[in-house]
């Protein structure tokens, strides 16, 4: 794996699989998922027609002041606390703080490309030429999704049959979203209030990219 590079995988309530959320120096660059999961299958044949879907974010902007988060006197903040307050100048201190907040989640997370795995080379090469682009060479996102598309593969792989999740808990929705081992690793981590202690799943796999 490349300095600066990591993948962690999640496992949310709704969608078919597992995210693999890919960092580089901290910032979540892309997300990769399956779409079309064969969710009754065993082993392999789970992800035989599976889609591989990424998703490209903007790089987090430098704000006034060089830091990550924006300042209050931005012009994004000042446009988020009018579109918020309706012009109320009295209240414009107060909600300051959630309007500052409200800018930073939505540049940093705004998802500029979504497009298949297998298209990755051509979108990546697009990406690279516009302004904004990651501190990495396309060669190195390349290798981090392939490694991602590895992860999550062999996580489906390892997930028992389940047609569907009616009656499920959103719990137990996320948690079928685990391979056998992660399942068995996960539910050794309990702690003394009988809760489990989640962490997320830092993939270790050191494979390239894959042809879909």
Sequence with gaps: MAEGFEIKLFFPVEGESAIAELYYDGDNWADVHLEDVDL???????????????ELYRRRPRWRGGGCRPRLSDPEVQAELEAQLG??????????YDAAEAVAKRVSRDCCWRFDYADSKAELDRAARRRGWWGF??????????RARACLFENEHGRDPLAHEEGLTAAGRAFSKLSRQEQARLLGNVGDDETIVEEPIH???EQGPQKP
């Excluded at 299958?41 to 889609?51: D, K, M």
């Excluded at 060479?137 to 392939?146: C, K």
Aim: hydrophobic residues 40%.
């Design 87 to 96: 012009g109320e100048p009295r209240y414009k201190w107060w909600w300051a």
């Design 137 to 146: 060479e396309v060669v190195e996102a390349l290798e981090e999704l392939g």
């Design 40 to 54: 009754g299958g065993f082993g392999e044949q789970r992800t035989a027609n599976a889609r591989v879907v990424v």
């Design 203 to 205: 993939c270790e796999d």
